[in-house]
Every structure is written in C-alpha cells, then in structure tokens.
C-alpha cells in the first residue's frame, strides 16, 4: 500500500526489509553521492538500519520511491525541516538505482509529495540545494518551477574542491499557476 501514488511510483514508508537490497549500499556509491553530502563515511548495514528506524517525526517524511510494476525501491525522497509555524521544509532525493536514472521517476515523485505538501501539510514554501555541478537536480527544479534564489559560496567539499550551493525555493502560488 502506497502513501503516494502516482502512475509509474508509488512513495511508500521506509521499511527494515529495504534494506536487504541494493539500499545500504547507495551510500557508498560514489557516482550516486557525488553531488550530496553523503559518501563521506562508510555506511554500514546496521547504520542504515538505525536510520530506518528513526527516519521520521513530527519534522521529517521519508519515503521509498517504488516502481509500481515491479515493486523495486529505486531511491528515496523526502520532506526535512518541516516548519509549521513559517511552513517551510526542505525536498531532498536519494535515487539509489542507476539503472533508473533519467527516466522521469525523481521527477513524479517530487510532483506527488510538492502536492501533498501544498495541499495536506499546508506548506508555503518548498526549497533545496544542490551542488553547482549537479545538474541533473538543476533540472529538475526548473522543470517543477523552482526559482534559482541565490548561493552558498563554497559551502560544500566533495572530490578535494570546494563547491557552491545553489539555492531554490518553490511557492505554493507559483506550484498552483505551474503547468507541472
């Protein structure tokens, strides 16, 4: 049973048994970290475990991205410092899979919780950041009408450089007059 449901995905809760697949192992993929903060630190079964575990809260939704047909967790994507007094929180996606990558599925996703954040949680305002190299994710927020806001200069080290952030932000008007 899904939590979401779009026509390819479903975004289901985390469970222990996801673990038994390719998920802990999508920490310790470079190519998959290269533009997060992740891959930093060896991840351990028993780590991600934990995280499974205590993934969400009041202020945190994680959920598994499943491909409908064959029920496959090809990554994970979330809503993180959820504010219900400025109704705000940060989008974030873990596609782990690579397999699945370019294939629309990040994208139905992030449609399916922007929505449920608009309209069951109330949000106004849905933001991210992301590395200045990665431009997939670059992509992606254009594509579902985020707006470039700024940049946090040099504010992430990945590969022995430091890197900018870009900064975007989505309103709940702009995601109600998009055509996404």
Known sequence: ????????IGLRALVESDVDGGYPNWFNDQEVCRYNSHHRYVMAKNDVIEFVKHCN??????LAV?????????GNISLQ????????????????????????????AAVLLIN??????????IYFGTSEKNVGMQKIGEKLNFVREGIRRRAIYKDGVF??????????EEWENSDV
């Open 66 to 74: 499943e491909l409908k047909e064959t029920k496959i967790h090809i």
């Open 163 to 172: 890197c900018d952030i870009y900064e975007y932000g989505l309103l709940r």
């Open 57 to 62: 809260s009041r202020d945190t939704i994680v």
């Open 1 to 8: 049973m899904y939590f979401l449901e779009g026509h390819n």
């Open 116 to 125: 449920h954040a608009f309209e069951q949680l109330g949000l106004q305002r």
């Open 81 to 108: 410092s959820i504010d219900y007094i400025d109704r705000t929180a940060e989008i974030a996606f873990l596609m782990g899979e690579r397999e699945y990558w370019n294939k629309g599925y990040a994208t139905e």
